[in-house]
């Protein structure tokens, strides 16, 4: 998913040129919010993310502009389920109020997001179709080690998954919460994809990761494809610690992009 600076249909495509399979708008689409069934129209709501920076203002969640300095004075809720009915194939939801605070996620928020109809996969599971065979994909909040040790990793959700005739993916925040001993002893899941090792691991170029805090020094699971316990299939891009020693410079995006074949 590529995002930032996208103002028009061009800009669209030309990251779409260079390789994304989606495009995220956020300013873009305030402007202009026709750039949404337009963009969907000709590329398919697949390729449409819309991103929204949201704040609340007097009890109401508010939708933000210029990196959440500036209230736009439009109802987040209603810009989300209108984005969506637009074409909109996948929502990215910041919530300022949260963001840095280490205390979890704003579930306020994503419990209103997820009652105008959006699927929120947090400690969850929604079951789909992907190519024609059925799929299970679910969400971990984990994101500290304390909150990964509560039982917000939510039991009910994991067993689900594992107990269930068909695949089971997990969409992880980071490959700690399922590397702590006991986490890993509850997941059953068969293939799990996180963004990065988390906490500003250091990385050399062409080398790899240096350190790691849950993980110490030369962390085994820095980036790439690994296997964990002989079960389950960890996937870990390099995330915000791309080859710099600073965290959040020249860093690649954190993403996973995977062909369920």
Not at 128 to 157: E, Q
């Amino acid at each position: 998913t590529v995002g930032g600076g996208i103002n028009t249909l061009d800009d669209f495509d030309r990251v779409l040129k260079c390789g994304a399979d989606k495009v995220s708008v956020n300013s873009g689409a305030i402007r202009n919010p026709g750039i949404i069934p337009a963009a969907a129209q000709k590329y398919g709501n697949q390729c449409v993310v819309l991103s929204a920076d949201i704040k609340r203002v007097d009890g109401k969640f508010m939708l933000f502009a210029k990196g959440g300095r500036e209230n736009t004075g439009i109802d987040a809720l209603d810009w989300l389920e209108q984005g969506v009915k637009n074409g909109a194939g996948e929502l990215v939801v910041n919530a300022i109020d949260t963001d840095g605070v280490k205390n979890g996620f704003d579930l306020e928020l994503l419990d209103a997001v997820a009652a105008t109809g959006a699927t929120v996969l947090y400690d969850r599971w929604v079951q789909t179709t992907l190519g024609g065979a059925a799929v299970r994909i679910g969400g971990s909040c984990g994101h500290f080690r304390d909150i990964n040790r509560s039982a917000k990793l939510d039991y009910a959700m994991e067993e689900t998954i594992g107990a269930a005739d068909v695949p089971g993916i997990v969409l992880l925040h980071m490959p700690e919460s399922l590397l702590l001993d006991d986490a890993r002893e509850r997941w059953t899941g068969q293939v799990f994809l996180s963004g990065h090792t988390h906490g500003g691991v250091i990385r050399i170029p062409l080398i790899g990761g240096l350190v790691a805090p849950t993980q110490g020094l030369f962390p085994k699971y820095d980036q790439g494809k690994f296997t964990v316990d002989g079960r389950m299939t960890l996937i870990i891009t390099s995330g915000l610690a791309g080859y710099a020693c600073v965290p959040r410079v020249c860093n690649r995006p954190e993403v996973c992009v995977v062909d369920l074949i």
